[in-house]
């Protein structure tokens, strides 16, 4: 029996085809709500990185937020998941799919932040002072005036950030919780075969970021459509 014969028995098999869907579901989850709390985090990160100093306030709140990019951005994100899950998680009962989300996004929104903030000095500063001239508020202006302008500029760097996240969810496994890496490590465990399994991961690995690839280039030219209408 050749090894890919060993391992598609093993695949085909009705639990462990499932486990594999489950841990395509997980795989895709934590990527999913990982970018979406990782852009509201940024989103808010940027915001307080940009308005001017004028005082104490939000002195102290730029110097938070700092110290928090820095950190986030300046530890392994597997340190930072062991360290979460077993210092601060253990004993919070969520489920092991939000715990791994939520810190994802804490991860993620480091990131994003300072990706939205250069999309946010992209922007003509003009169109803040339009809209002050206006008579909106800082905050009114910036979400709907700034921020959308912005986010247009930096659709493919969110989009890498994506990228990032899902592949980083490989490391997900260390603590027990079941994702594509997990499941098809089971089978090669089980078949003392490891080459066809993890090439096979690697293949659902490209494919999906290949999937995430056309879907970022069709929202970048939804984008430039709109603006060649305006």
């Given at each position: 029996?050749?090894?890919?014969?060993?391992f598609?028995?093993?695949?085909?098999?009705?639990?462990?085809?499932?486990?594999?869907l489950?841990?395509?579901?997980?795989?895709?989850?934590?990527?999913?709500?990982?970018?979406?709390?990782?852009?509201?985090?940024?989103?808010?990160l940027?915001?307080?990185?940009?308005?001017?100093?004028?005082?104490?306030?939000?002195?102290?709140?730029?110097?938070?937020?700092d110290?928090?990019?820095?950190i986030?951005?300046?530890?392994?994100?597997?340190?930072?998941?062991?360290?979460?899950?077993?210092?601060?998680?253990?004993?919070?009962?969520?489920?092991?799919?939000?715990?791994?989300?939520?810190?994802f996004?804490?991860?993620?929104?480091?990131?994003?932040?300072?990706?939205?903030?250069?999309?946010?000095?992209?922007?003509?500063?003009?169109?803040?002072?339009?809209?002050?001239?206006?008579g909106?508020?800082?905050?009114?202006?910036?979400?709907?005036?700034?921020?959308p302008?912005?986010?247009?500029?930096v659709?493919?760097?969110?989009?890498?950030?994506?990228?990032?996240l899902?592949?980083?969810?490989?490391?997900?496994?260390?603590i027990?919780?079941?994702?594509?890496?997990?499941?098809?490590?089971?089978?090669?465990?089980?078949?003392?075969?490891?080459?066809?399994?993890?090439?096979?991961?690697?293949?659902?690995?490209?494919?999906?970021?290949?999937?995430?690839?056309?879907?970022?280039?069709?929202?970048?030219?939804?984008?430039?459509r709109?603006?060649?209408?305006s």
């Amino acid at each position: 029996m050749s090894n890919f014969e060993i391992f598609w028995n093993r695949f085909t098999n009705p639990g462990t085809f499932q486990t594999v869907l489950e841990g395509l579901q997980n795989t895709a989850l934590i990527a999913v709500f990982g970018l979406l709390l990782g852009f509201f985090i940024g989103c808010i990160l940027a915001t307080i990185q940009i308005i001017p100093q004028e005082n104490v306030v939000v002195k102290i709140l730029k110097r938070i937020t700092d110290l928090y990019i820095a950190i986030f951005r300046g530890t392994p994100m597997m340190v930072q998941l062991l360290l979460l899950h077993f210092a601060v998680f253990i004993s919070v009962k969520i489920p092991p799919v939000a715990e791994v989300s939520l810190i994802f996004g804490l991860n993620s929104g480091a990131y994003m932040a300072e990706i939205i903030r250069s999309g946010i000095t992209s922007v003509d500063k003009g169109q803040m002072e339009a809209g002050r001239s206006l008579g909106l508020s800082f905050p009114v202006t910036m979400v709907r005036v700034v921020l959308p302008q912005a986010i247009k500029n930096v659709v493919p760097t969110i989009g890498n950030e994506f990228i990032s996240l899902l592949k980083e969810t490989s490391i997900v496994s260390v603590i027990g919780l079941c994702d594509l890496t997990r499941a098809f490590k089971a089978i090669a465990d089980s078949t003392f075969e490891y080459f066809v399994p993890y090439i096979t991961l690697a293949l659902i690995y490209f494919v999906l970021i290949l999937i995430v690839t056309v879907i970022i280039r069709l929202i970048e030219r939804r984008f430039k459509r709109n603006e060649k209408r305006s």
